[in-house]
């Protein structure tokens, strides 16, 4: 079975800050996906970023990048110049890429941009 | 093109009754899956549903939850005789098909019981 950890409950940052969420998953499979999704206070699930493993090159959206480390199952994401509106709930998700396409979500990263 | 619509929002029950959510998904999908997200935890994967067929449901609870989505009509996450412990924001997602990495979310109900 699939785990994710995110080690960070919770994480605070001055406006325009760049910050770090740790996730690392523990996998027996070689194909997979793996997520960021945010969750602000009005609960709707969205998709930050997507990274295919067998992908090398790191995924990156605008302001937000990830740290693919595969043989050490890592996958931080980075958020630039943090933004007010990027304060929510991240979480971290895998996906094998056979099968069952279902989701394992970590246990959330609480992430507050302080004007 | 309206995303996955989820409602009620919130729905409050006492102990003892039935909860009964219901899920849209975005037009043209054929697979519904429902998480369950306890206060302060990840979500966590119930079930899968195409037209008419359960196709995993490793995640749901051997009694009291059961889930259908029928040819016509939303998918519908049914909860019988409620505990405080069903307590939890419950969250249905759509694809179009197998690249289910196109999941979108709706935005959830989120269930209270008494």
């Known amino acids: 079975a699939q785990t994710v950890t995110q080690s960070q409950p919770e994480m605070s940052v001055q406006e325009a800050e760049t910050v770090t969420l740790s996730c690392t998953y523990d996998?027996?499979?070689?194909?997979?996906?793996l997520f960021w999704y945010k969750q602000p206070p009005s609960r709707q699930m969205i998709l930050v970023i997507r990274?295919?493993?067998?992908?090398?090159q790191n995924a990156t959206e605008n302001r937000f990048s990830v740290n693919f480390q595969k043989a050490a199952k890592s996958f931080s994401l980075k958020i630039s110049d943090s933004q007010l509106g990027d304060t929510a709930m991240y979480f971290c998700?895998?996906?094998?890429?056979?099968?069952?396409?279902?989701?394992?979500f970590g246990q959330g990263t609480r992430l507050t941009i302080n004007p | 093109n309206a995303g996955v619509m989820q409602n009620p929002r919130h729905l409050v029950r006492r102990r003892g009754q039935e909860a009964r959510l219901r899920c849209s998904p975005v037009k043209g999908h054929s697979h519904v899956y429902w998480y369950r997200q306890l206060p302060e935890e990840g979500l966590k994967f119930m079930v899968y549903?195409?037209?008419?067929?359960?196709?995993?449901e490793s995640g749901m609870p051997k009694e009291r939850f059961s889930a259908e989505f029928p040819k016509e009509g939303p998918s519908i996450l049914r909860i019988q005789q409620v505990v405080r412990g069903d307590s939890a924001a419950y969250f249905c997602a759509s694809s179009p098909g197998l690249l289910g990495e196109k999941l979108f979310f709706g935005s959830g109900t989120q269930l209270s019981v008494l």
């Open positions: 998700a895998f996906m094998k890429m056979e099968g069952a396409q279902k989701l394992v």
């Open positions: 549903l195409q037209k008419e067929n359960i196709i995993d």
């Open positions: 996998t027996s499979e070689s194909n997979y996906y």
């Open positions: 990274q295919e493993a067998y992908k090398q």
